[in-house]
Nanobody, 121 residues
Framework: QVQLEESGGGLVQPGGSLKLSCAAS????????MAWYRQTPEKGRDLVSN??????VTNYADAVKGRFTISRDKDTVYLQMNNLQPEDTAVYYC????????????????WGRGTQVTVSS
């Protein structure tokens, strides 16, 4: 299985910054794409950003382009969040696709438990 543990959430004032981290652990063969999602009671869970395992492709939601930066170091993914605004308030979830064994198997999806980010003055 794959365990994803997020850290770095908290309370920040508008215009501030936070950096989220998510480390994958467990008995897996390979981690593929990793991503950050966020969820609010009003909007549900939406993709914020993702990054491939070769770091060659990154994607961002329009709402965070130019403010958030995703990066990766092997099986740990980061989300640098700058110029945070109240509308960024949400629970942020780490997501990863992974295979547990070598061979022609399809990756499975795994989720972390989430970390709260609150932007408020």
């Amino acid at each position: 299985q794959v365990q994803l543990e997020e850290s770095g959430g908290g309370l920040v004032q508008p215009g501030g910054s936070l950096k989220l981290s998510c480390a994958a652990s467990g008995n897996f063969f390979r981690i593929y794409t990793m991503a950050w999602y966020r969820q609010t009671p009003e909007k549900g869970r939406d993709l914020v950003s993702n990054i491939t395992n070769a770091d060659t492709v990154t994607n961002y939601a329009d709402a965070v382009k130019g403010r958030f930066t995703i990066s990766r170091d092997k099986d740990t993914v980061y989300l640098q969040m700058n110029n945070l605004q109240p509308e960024d308030t949400a629970v942020y979830y780490c997501n990863a696709w992974a295979t547990l064994t070598w061979g022609p198997v399809l990756p499975k999806e795994y989720w972390g438990r989430g970390t709260q980010v609150t932007v408020s003055s």
